[in-house]
T-cell receptor, first 109, second 115 residues
């Protein structure tokens, strides 16, 4: 029962361009949505969150968009940098967190 | 360092043995979560505490798993009679009260290998 889905296991982007990571969810009761970044052998690192009552939240190069009617969440990274290369997980809270399976982002110098 | 701390970082155990992991959350955080992650998957929810109360347990958490947070500070996760299928990364996270309650901060994890 995967309530949060990331359908793209990997994404490659040129340095300086925009990275767009997508996430879909099924449960309309989720109250917060978050993005985490993960390097191998480390725990996930919190990046940015958005409340279910908002449709956009921006923090520096990172912007999260929420489309509640489509039950869709996206993370935009502009401009992408090689240090952004990692696995990105989206998550939603009930309050316990449900995670997607991750998208591996590679930013090519 | 005021982040979430997990101990040990790695544990190798023989099948059938019991293991216990410890998590020290960020001091002002009242919620504490345990997750399990296997290769190629996102973290899977196991259980969470608000202060010392265990509010929810996943169906993934069989009778061999038990978690405690006796004084609302650190938490322990015990696995009894370990099985090879228990091999995974066990992650602990904590989150603060109030408006930032959704921002969970994760520890480095404990990598369990059951041989």
């Amino acid at each position: 029962d995967q309530q949060v889905k990331q359908n793209s296991p990997s994404l490659s982007v040129q340095e300086g361009r925009i990275s767009i990571l997508n996430c879909d969810y099924t449960n309309s009761m989720f109250d917060y949505f978050l993005w985490y970044k993960k390097y191998p052998a480390e725990g996930p690192t919190f990046l940015i969150s958005i409340s279910s009552i908002k449709d956009k939240n921006e923090d520096g190069r990172f912007t999260v968009f929420l489309n509640k009617s489509a039950k869709h969440l996206s993370l935009h990274i502009v401009p992408s940098q090689p240090g952004d290369s990692a696995v990105y997980f989206c998550a939603a809270t009930l309050p316990q967190f449900y995670f997607g399976t991750g998208t591996s982002l590679t930013v090519i110098p | 360092d005021t982040g979430v701390s997990q101990d040990p970082r790695h544990k190798i155990t023989k099948r059938g043995q019991n293991v216990t992991f410890r998590c020290d959350p960020i001091s002002e955080h009242n919620r504490l979560y345990w997750y399990r992650q296997t290769l190629g998957q996102g973290p899977e929810f196991l259980t969470y505490f608000q202060n010392e109360a265990q509010l929810e347990k996943s169906r993934l958490l069989s009778d061999r798993f038990s978690a405690e947070r006796p004084k609302g500070s650190f938490s322990t996760l015990e696995i009894q009679r370990t099985e090879q299928g228990d091999s995974a990364m066990y992650l602990c996270a904590s989150s603060p009260p109030g408006d930032r309650k959704a921002e969970a901060f994760f520890g480095q994890g404990t990598r369990l290998t059951v041989v």
